[in-house]
């Protein structure tokens, strides 16, 4: 099975300054068919997941662009480029590579410093 | 507008059954398969499993098989998450969400249903 690690686990951020977090996988995310099953999740408090981006790099409908992700194979970043107040929450990548069987990481805990 | 509105909190006993629905909209509900998420008290995200309510094909998280039943009735656009037997294990938020099939992921999800099992 595919194991989901990220890092760090918590952040505290300054409004206004970037954050960045990092996602891994323990097997390459990159399909046969060209594409990379990896997103990203925020769930803020209270909250269910809402999805952020898709595919490494494509935003959700309605997704700030001041949130991107990159990477590829088995290594991703999600980057905020400058933090709002509404951004705090807990932060999850997942991969579906491996169908049926989809996996989360274990999240990072963002707030506001 | 696509929306999945799941039934409302409960509280049960050891050994009771419970049965939780999640309905959609707004969308074409047999085309779509429906995911089941865990999440425990101040813990993370655990996929339980999907169901296609098009044929009601299921398939279950390894770590859920046997535990929970998945199932659907397309005649009204809702998914069920079943249990014959509850433990105070189970006590969980539970979240229903769409599965897209261009790279299945969850697009959109359900408002949760807080399952709590206590005597």
């Known amino acids: 099975d595919i194991v989901m690690t990220q890092t760090p686990l918590s952040l505290s951020v300054t409004p206004g300054q970037p954050a960045s977090i990092s996602c891994k996988s323990s097997q390459s995310l990159l399909h046969s068919d060209g594409k990379t099953y990896l997103y990203w999740y925020l769930q803020k408090p209270g909250q269910p997941p809402q999805l952020l981006i898709y595919e490494v790099s494509n935003r959700f409908s309605g997704v700030p662009d001041r949130f991107s992700g990159s990477g590829s194979g088995t290594d991703f970043t999600l980057k905020i480029s400058r933090v709002e107040a509404e951004d705090v929450g807990v932060y999850y990548c997942?991969?579906?590579?491996?169908?049926?069987?989809?996996?989360f990481g274990p999240g990072t805990k963002v707030d506001i410093k | 507008e696509v929306q999945l509105v799941q039934s409302g909190a409960e509280v049960k006993k050891p050994g009771e059954s419970l049965k939780i629905s999640c309905k959609g909209s707004?969308?074409?509900?047999?085309?779509?398969?429906i995911g089941w998420v865990r999440q425990m008290p101040g813990k993370g995200l655990e996929w339980m499993g999907i169901?296609?309510?098009?044929?009601?094909?299921?398939r279950y998280s390894p770590s859920f098989q046997g535990q929970v039943t998945i199932s659907a009735d397309k005649s009204i656009s809702t998914a069920y998450l079943q249990w014959s037997s509850l433990k105070a294990s189970d006590t969980a938020m539970y979240y229903c969400?769409?599965?897209?099939?261009?790279?299945?992921?969850?697009?959109?999800w359900g408002q949760g249903t807080l399952v709590t099992v206590s005597s």
């Open positions: 969400a769409r599965l897209t099939t261009v790279t299945y992921y969850f697009d959109y």
């Open positions: 169901i296609y309510p098009g044929d009601s094909d299921t």
């Open positions: 997942m991969q579906s590579i491996q169908l049926p069987l989809f996996t």
């Open positions: 707004g969308y074409s509900f047999t085309s779509y398969w």
